[in-house]
């Protein structure tokens, strides 16, 4: 903050004034502030944001580096060689551990960054008036005099001083502790109370579990109760997924299994080739040192960071990156059909009265377009209506626009609504009529209102209409007919028929609309509205049927969903016959029926477990039977992802394998509850990070499959020269180099490739199937053994020609490099073929990579200080030419190792 405000005085107790004494000390209005003022504050006050909790000192990270046992190993090795007297291998191997842990250091700063910029990226929104009209900010432009608008689901953005309340309940546990939402209103209260009894007051970071209200922004920033006491500071995400916890496990087995092998490699040298202790020593902290994989968990951290950031680009913004392994998994994905399946541009198509039938002109947001009469006998259309000659038309129009909390601006010369879709649509399809919404509000003002709740599945409003008291219904017309008695005709109420209604119901639901019922009731007497006037008595106005047409790419979405072994099932609030209707359209495989929440609830949980694998589409569903539907999924054995936008999916969010979290429509409280946040609402971006989580892990394998035999080739290269008595072909210090060159520049490149082409037509990942499989051991032994007959090969083959043991080691050391830089290539697709233009160059990154580990080869074997460091010789032509031969061998060899994999293991390509 640049100055202190009004909002930081720590004197002015808020919430022990009126509602006009606040508004006054905040020199605002129940209109709000205009927009020039709003930014004369915000550079006066500064940004509505706190300062972050720092992450661990720089000095902790890096010293973190080494709490590793295989970097601990190194460390020990070199003070054990530096008391021999291998002054210049010691300093090797901790130059070698120093860059290892550099790299982990800089990586690990990195990821909080991306962390840190994803959180941004996850700011809330606020809804706020400015310049007496509705609008949305990012919550950081709030200042103090701003009136926002909050409701069920919504992070508050800011201490209010409440000035306008409709049943508000906020769950205050982060502030006060109190552990059960807390009730509000807007009168004051003593100027000694508690905080956690501040009943006219909200709370930053509070969450809204019930109501809507309006409040006056007091206090932003680190001015906020919850911004003096910190209690929003969160530390940094840790970064230590499940894979990389399974890579520590497996670091320990590895460094067990390579300290018994060197100490017995060096027993037997000593014992069999009477050896002196110090150079069986030495031997075996070479082999120790070149079998360490020292680079592998800073390249897995890099490959998971890299995903995180490719799918932030896609619109999928990774929460809590043990997402990015699970999403590989997923089996099933239960999606929301409004705004995800669908492309959430609500529209009004038709209104049925119980006399008059019409269809409605326009698609889209711009109030353009005519009313048509259509005929209940033939089903014609007549030519365009007035709307002076449908007086329950106009009477069905207001009742739409004033049961309603949506706002039709037109911002940038484009129309935008401010608020629920849907109730968005019916405000359009008044103005289509030239009802101003605006006006008719004034003129009908609102006295008091019952929020929509999913569990009562309607909303009710109250207003004065001149000397009388009236009520507004809208809700699921199922639910709406329920509570209706009458129906107003032209001849005046009549009793209900529910048959005719439901019928009528249907017929717009079998053309993908979803219908809403709008109902009225007169009120007596001078009580609160409660849900107990509105349940009986009501008389039904009519329905109204809304289309939302289907995303053109969630159709694609849901085909490679098909193809990948992912199950999509669309979970809605509308009628049973719409979402059949959409799920046709959208391509689903199981649309003979769906599933409505009563039948759901009628089920015992081992009955839902049954027939969850047969049923794709769930209508009239709440939020609690998404529950259920994960938990009967789970039972199953299925991994399943589910979406939500609202305070009660929370629980569904929390129990799915990953829940997805709207960022556009969904509230605080379920992104605070999901791993991943859509920042485009669209079903297809959870297919691409599905993809892209799959593609992360399929990169972490193949980097692994290819370091592994490096390290493997060296380590029995060292093993067998000890236990047969002849030279190392390898020392430790090359062995450290060609460790480092192999993992940190080559084994790098792998975590940039794009995906093989298969890669959605494979069956969803066993979670439980181990990182290293039968298959992927097997390749390391057997690349491993490749890679140590070529190394021998060259070792022996220069040595029998006369050359110096120095040349010798040089030519094996470039062998061992250049045979991985061939088994890169081949690495690009695990069984697959490379044999192809596209396979061998079809990567810049690898190619790049091997061009670097050409100039580091190069420097290793002709540059006098590299020569004297590594004790390397300069090769002649004939000896890269030997060199690029093998090296061809074992790119062909695995070659045709993959050809037999496709051959006689088929399965193994969608594995």
């Known amino acids: ?215 006056l922004v007091v206090a932003t920033g680190a001015h906020t109760e919850i911004g003096k006491i910190s209690e929003l500071l969160r530390s940094v995400e840790k970064i230590k997924t499940p894979l990389l916890q399974q890579l520590d496990r497996a670091g320990r087995v590895l460094a067990v299994f390579i300290l018994a092998a060197a100490g017995l490699t060096a027993l037997l040298g000593t014992l069999i080739h009477q050896q002196p202790a110090s150079d069986m020593f030495m031997a075996a902290v070479g082999l120790a040192v070149a079998a360490i994989p020292e680079g592998l968990p800073a390249i897995v951290t890099i490959g998971l960071a890299l995903g995180v950031q490719r799918m932030a680009k896609r619109q999928a913004i990774i929460r809590r990156l043990p997402a990015v392994e699970t999403l590989g998994s997923i089996s099933t994905i239960f999606s929301d059909k409004t705004g995800t399946l669908t492309r959430n541009e609500m529209t009004a198509q038709a209104i049925w009265l119980a006399d008059e039938r019409f269809t409605i002109d326009g698609i889209g947001f711009v109030p353009e377009g005519g009313f048509h009469r259509v005929s209940l006998s033939q089903g014609a259309l007549n030519t365009p209506i007035e709307l002076k000659e449908t007086p329950a038309l106009t009477h069905f129009l207001h009742a739409g626009a004033l049961c309603n909390d949506a706002e039709l601006h037109c911002v940038e010369e484009r129309y935008q609504v401010f608020g629920d879709p849907t109730e968005g649509a019916m405000v359009v399809a008044s103005e289509k009529a030239g009802i101003v919404t605006q006006t008719i509000r004034q003129q009908y003002p609102r006295i008091d209102a019952i929020p929509f709740d999913s569990e009562y599945k309607y909303m009710a409003t109250l207003h004065a209409m001149g000397e009388t008291r009236r009520v507004f219904v809208k809700g699921a017309p199922d639910r709406i007919i329920e509570m209706c008695s009458q129906v107003a005709t032209k001849e005046g109420e009549q009793p209900i028929e529910q048959a005719v209604w439901e019928a009528r119901i249907q017929e717009l639901s079998s053309q993908g609309l979803r219908v809403l019922a709008i109902a009225d009731k007169t009120m007596e007497g001078q009580e609160p509205l409660d849900h107990q006037h509105v349940q009986t008595g009501l008389r039904l106005l009519g329905i109204i049927g809304l289309l939302d047409p289907p995303r053109q790419e969630a159709i694609e979405a849901v085909r490679r969903c098909q193809l990948a072994g992912i199950r999509p099932v669309m979970i809605t609030g509308d009628h049973a016959a719409t979402a059949l209707a959409i ?244 690495s690009r697709y695990l069984l697959n073929s490379t044999l192809s233009f596209q396979g061998i160059f079809g990567s810049k990154p690898v190619w790049l990579a091997i061009a670097v580990v050409m100039v580091l080869q190069f420097s290793f074997t002709y540059l006098p200080f590299m020569q004297f460091i590594f004790a390397s010789e300069g090769l002649s032509f004939f000896h890269w030419c030997a060199i690029l031969i093998m090296s061809m061998s074992v790119y062909v060899v695995i070659e045709l190792e993959k050809a037999a994999w496709r051959r006689f293991s088929p399965d193994a390509l969608i594995q």
């Open 1 to 215: 903050m640049n100055s202190a405000s009004p909002a930081a005085d720590k004197h002015v107790r808020w919430h022990a004034l009126s509602e006009e004494e606040a508004l006054h000390q905040q020199s605002s209005s129940h209109v709000g502030l205009s927009s020039q003022e709003a930014q004369e504050r915000l550079a006066r006050y500064g940004e509505n944001r706190l300062q972050r909790a720092q992450g661990r000192p720089w000095y902790r990270r890096l010293l973190a580096q080494f709490a590793n046992i295989l970097m601990l190993i190194l460390l020990v090795a070199a003070v054990a060689s530096f008391l021999l007297g291998h002054l210049i291998d010691a300093a090797a191997i901790v130059g070698v551990v120093v860059i290892i842990a550099l790299i982990g250091f800089f990586q690990e700063g990195k990821a909080e960054q991306a962390l840190d910029s994803i959180r941004h990226m996850l700011s809330p929104q606020a809804n706020v008036l400015r310049d007496g009209k509705r609008t949305t900010v990012p919550a950081e432009a709030l200042v103090p005099g701003d009136i926002v608008l909050i409701e069920s689901g919504d992070r508050v953005p800011a201490d209010v001083r409440l000035v306008e309340v409709r049943r508000l309940r906020t769950e205050e546990a982060a502030l006060t502790g109190e552990s059960v939402p807390v009730d509000k209103q807007a009168a004051l209260v003593g100027e000694n109370t508690d905080l956690a009894e501040r009943n006219s007051m909200a709370f930053a970071s509070t969450i809204v579990v019930q109501g809507n209200a309006r409040g």
């Open 583 to 826: 799920a046709k359209q959208l391509g689903f495989s199981q649309t003979d029926k769906a599933l409505t929440g009563r039948e759901m609830e009628a089920m015992t949980d081992s009955e839902l477990e049954a027939i969850i694998l047969e049923v794709d589409v769930f209508a009239r569903a709440s939020p609690e039977h998404k529950l259920r539907l994960v938990k009967a999924m789970q039972a199953r054995g299925g991994v399943c992802s589910m979406t939500g936008d609202g305070v009660n999916d929370g629980p569904a969010l929390k129990r799915a394998d990953v829940g997805v979290a709207m960022g556009i429509q969904g509230t605080e409280a379920a992104k605070d509850a999901s791993e991943m946040v859509l920042a485009d609402d669209n079903f297809a971006t959870i297919v691409r990070a599905i993809e892209e989580g799959r593609k992360v892990y399929d990169n972490i394998r193949k980097t692994i499959t290819f370091i592994l035999p490096t390290n493997g080739a060296q380590g029995l290269a060292i093993m067998l020269a000890v236990l047969a008595g002849s030279t190392l072909p390898v020392t430790p210090l090359q062995a450290l180099w060609v460790n480092m060159v192999v993992a940190i520049t080559l084994g790098l490149a792998l975590a940039f490739e794009s995906g093989e082409k298969n890669l959605m037509q494979r069956k969803p990942r066993d979670p439980r199937a181990p990182l290293l499989d039968m298959f992927l051991l097997w390749r390391v032994v057997f690349v491993s053994t490749l890679l140590l007959v070529c190394v021998f090969g060259m070792f022996s083959g220069l040595v029998a020609q006369g050359g110096s043991v120095e040349l010798a080691r040089t030519g094996a050391v470039n062998m061992l490099v250049a045979g991985s830089a061939a088994y890169l290539i081949n």
